[in-house]
């Protein structure tokens, strides 16, 4: 398994440390993997259910159909970390330019304060994966890159789902929902 965890986090208003969440996520995949979890579909949505949640740390477990992502985005103040339980995913993330990678069945990504980034499904089969935040969210914002190569912050919604859908108008992310 590889998971790509960023170097000199910022510290964070939580007593869990991001080793913490990918070991959350790691062994939550694995349940997942043993069927202790449904799992459902949606060609439409990317469908997510909490599977636990506290004070300390929010666990989700999301499907991807093939083409299905967010847009850019942090999680405002909390930790984050994800392991893919099958498929793969590809994140986009923000380090002074946009890069790219994949994340395979059993593998996945850490996310101090302040990481940017875009996760979607490129390939032609759906994917799973199990998502811990910490804190739980309560924000997250959205961000584009401007045509000077620059990262904007566009706007910030309150949430308590992971990375909610997204649409882009005008080239401007934003929620679907939004007023």
Excluded: K
Excluded at 13 to 27: C, F, I, K, N, Q
Excluded at 68 to 83: K, P
Aim: charged fraction near 20%; glycine fraction near 8%.
């Amino acid at each position: 398994m590889t998971t790509d965890v960023h170097p000199a986090p910022a510290p964070a208003p939580t007593p869990l440390s991001l080793d913490r969440l990918v070991e959350l996520t790691a062994a939550t995949a694995r349940d997942v993997r043993r069927g202790l979890h449904r799992i459902h579909y949606d060609a439409e949505n990317r469908w997510s259910v909490r599977l636990h949640g506290d004070a300390y740390a929010d666990v989700w477990l999301i499907s991807w159909t093939p083409s299905q992502s967010t847009a850019l985005h942090d999680h405002a103040g909390s930790l984050g970390a994800l392991t893919v339980v099958s498929g793969t995913l590809t994140e986009r993330y923000w380090t002074g330019g946009l890069r790219e990678r994949a994340l395979e069945s059993g593998g996945g990504a850490a996310f101090p304060l302040g990481h940017v980034h875009d996760v979607v499904n490129l390939a032609a089969d759906p994917a799973v994966s199990v998502h811990a935040y910490s804190p739980p969210l309560t924000a997250m914002s959205y961000y584009r890159v401007d045509g000077t190569g620059a990262l904007r912050r566009t706007h910030s919604v309150l949430t308590h789902e992971p990375e909610p859908d997204a649409v882009v108008l005008d080239g401007v992310p934003t929620r679907a929902d939004a007023p």
